[in-house]
């Protein structure tokens, strides 16, 4: 049943016909290691996904043992239904495209979107 579910899933992210948009306010923490499950264009370091970004860096700094690290999580972005995290300007861009919002704007904030 999972290879079936993978599958799906897999036709879904890569099926070019559908518009892409965006899921979720997400920060990215790059602590220099891999991590497996991360959205396709992150090689290392790891990406917190939640409602508002301050529910991603709360997240963050509950899991992190060192509190100093958090300065790592510098990226503040999105996660796209395409499986790739992108930046607040990109993110813009993309939410405009797919009609999540209704005029222009420089850079995305998740209350332009809930």
Do not use: W
Not at 26 to 49: L, M, S, T
Not at 92 to 112: C, P, R
């Amino acid at each position: 049943m999972g290879k079936i579910l993978k599958s799906v899933s897999d036709n879904f992210l890569s099926n070019s016909k559908r518009k892409e948009y965006i899921l979720c306010a997400a920060i990215y923490y790059d602590d220099g290691q891999k991590y497996v499950h991360q959205p396709k264009n992150i090689d290392v370091g790891i990406v917190v996904c939640g409602r508002r970004h301050h529910n991603c860096f709360s997240i963050l700094y509950n899991l992190l043992d060192d509190k100093y690290d958090i300065k790592l999580a510098n990226t503040q972005g999105f996660l796209t239904s395409k499986d790739r995290f992108v930046s607040r300007a990109e993110a813009a861009e993309i939410a405009l495209a797919s009609g999540q919002i209704d005029k222009k704007t420089d850079v995305l904030f998740s209350e332009d979107l809930y």
